[in-house]
């Protein structure tokens, strides 16, 4: 009888024991799932909070001021008028965000003229206002061409307008503009490995260059108009350090450069002459090709003629209409490095 209590006293408590532990066991497992709970809702906020609505970026006014300026972050749908925009946003692997593009004959552009998924919005100095609304962009990128449509645009979404500083140089501008259009979209890691190499490559070519001058000037319906260092082409005398003897510093040439004559280049007899042939880079039907214009019989008595010295760049287009992306800046680099290096 006594061992019969015993062993029922020892089951009493065995029970007690292990209900005792499955309440503790419970109680744990609840506290660990309600701690991974919060951390996860903690962790939500923190990235909720992390990712912006809207970001600050600097961009140009109506007026091309710089100013600071509030743009949607990571916008999903982009709309362009500025080819050296579309190149950066292509490089940076944000081009199927495009859902409206200018038209462009830039062949490493050409994906965004042939997609019949994007709206033809015009040209990059005339843009096609109800296109424009039907493509329903986030974002609008622009050029200096479309800046007298800023106010417009701007009417249909955030503007951003960006361009060159031939004070800071290309490869600066193109560094600069690069990091703020990645910053849009959270991409600023990108931009060095894009940059990595302009640097070295512009060295390269400013060593060849030294001590050497240069005519730097664009073809023009029949014409010869000489570029200084404030505009189109400047990288040639800013950066790679042709001296450029076409222009006096104080004359501004940014637009289209100032007509000269074939004496005028005679006279001045610099060690290279650099072309850029603007018809054939805007399809000019009819236009007489640059080097039919450059080799007559005063040009063919330069030093420059003489010696082989007389550069047409290659791509005109790229020149023109796209300086300021990252494919274009190595294009153009290309360009000279294959007649000078």
Known sequence: ????????????????????????????????????????TEDTAEDAEETPDTVTIQSRNAEGELTDMEVPYDPE??????MACLDILDNLGVGDRVVGSATTSLDYLQDY???????????????????????????????????????????IAPVVYIATDTEAGLVESVRSNANTIASIFGLEEKVD?????????IEALAEFAEGKTAIVGMCTSGSFNVLGNDGRCSIIGNEIGFENIGV???????????EASFEFIVEKNPDYIFVMDRDAAIGTDGARLAQDIME??????????????????????????????????????????????
């Not at 007559?296 to 300021?324: C, K, R, S």
Request: proline share 1%; glycine share 6%.
């Open 1 to 40: 009888m006594k061992k019969r209590i015993l062993t029922l006293m020892l089951s009493a408590a065995m029970v007690f024991s292990l209900a005792a532990c499955s309440s503790a066991s419970g109680s744990s497992s609840d506290d660990t799932a309600q701690e991974v709970t919060e951390e996860t």
């Open 77 to 82: 749908r982009i709309a362009i008028f500025d």
């Open 113 to 155: 003229v042939t997609n019949d998924e994007i709206i033809n919005l015009g040209t990059i100095k005339e843009a096609d206002m109800e296109a424009v609304m039907e493509c329903e962009p986030d974002i609008i990128f622009i050029g200096g061409r479309l800046s007298s449509s800023y106010d417009a645009l701007s009417e």
């Open 193 to 201: 490995a894009l940059m990595a190499d302009f640097d070295s490559r």
């Open 248 to 258: 006096d510093a104080d004359i501004d040439t940014a637009t289209h450069g100032n």
């Open 296 to 341: 007559n019989e005063l040009v063919m008595g330069t030093d420059a003629y003489q010696n082989g010295n007389v550069i047409y760049l290659a791509h005109p287009a790229v020149w023109y209409t796209a300086e300021g992306g990252v494919t274009a800046l190595d294009v153009m680099l290309q360009d000279l490095e294959s007649e000078l290096l």
